[in-house]
């Protein structure tokens, strides 16, 4: 994970649960899919949690974060709205 400023949103996953790492302010509008938020959500996914515990910054507690169901991931992939990458 980087501290670099990102507009919109950025989901990270550990492979089992998928967290809102940035854009809370569009995470109702993602949700309901009924307002406008920013596309493509941009997906960080980690091989494992022990890998994504490495290497986020050091104050970020990931149970702080907003889980994401994982019906909204699928619709998201389904309406081609998401782009994934490696952590």
Do not use: C
């Not at 950025?10 to 309901?32: C, K, N």
């Not at 997906?43 to 986020?56: A, C, G, T």
């Not at 702080?64 to 389904?78: F, G, T």
């Amino acid at each position: 994970m980087t501290s670099e400023e990102h507009s919109g949103i950025i989901l990270v996953s550990d492979g089992d649960t998928t967290w809102l790492l940035q854009g809370e302010a569009y995470l109702g509008a993602m949700l309901s899919d009924e307002e406008y938020y920013p596309t493509p959500v941009r997906l960080i996914v980690f091989e494992s949690s022990y890998e994504m515990q490495m290497s986020k910054p050091e104050e970020l507690v990931i149970g702080s974060l907003w889980a994401v169901h994982p019906n909204i991931i699928d619709r998201l992939r389904r309406e081609n709205n998401l782009i994934e990458e490696k952590g």
